[in-house]
Nanobody
Framework: QVQLVESGGGLVQPGGSLRLSCAAS????????MGWFRQAPGKDREFVAA????????DCADSVKGRFTISRDNTKNTVYLQMSSLKPDDTAVYYC??????????????????WGQGTQVTVSS
């Protein structure tokens, strides 16, 4: 069974940077398309970024475009989310997920069948 484990979260000041990692382990023959989502207190979980199986295509939510970058290293079965110019509104639990339905980018949470446990990101002075 495939498992996803996020790391890299923490407390950072506004304007700072963090890099989240998501490592996949278990019975996985090839990395599927992957995504990052986040859930702030009292809010629904929302799409942040997605990357295709090969890494050639990416997509980011408008709220993070220009500040966040998604990438992957298939030799390490790992996906990254580089976050810069962080704002207090970016405070949330960040989840990575594997898309079980397609190899291309997608914003639909329903297509992501495997989820990590989440990592907390807090942006505060």
């Amino acid at each position: 069974q495939v498992q996803l484990v996020e790391s890299g979260g923490g407390l950072v000041q506004p304007g700072g940077s963090l890099r989240l990692s998501c490592a996949a382990s278990g019975s996985i023959f090839s990395m599927p398309a992957m995504g990052w989502f986040r859930q702030a207190p009292g809010k629904d979980r929302e799409f942040v970024a997605a990357i295709s199986r090969t890494g050639e295509d990416t997509d980011c939510a408008d709220s993070v475009k220009g500040r966040f970058t998604i990438s992957r290293d298939n030799t390490k079965n790992t996906v990254y989310l580089q976050m810069s110019s962080l704002k207090p509104d970016d405070t949330a639990v960040y989840y990575c997920a594997a898309n079980i339905r397609r190899w291309s980018v997608s914003r639909s949470q329903a297509e992501y069948g495997i989820w990590g446990q989440g990592t907390q990101v807090t942006v505060s002075s």
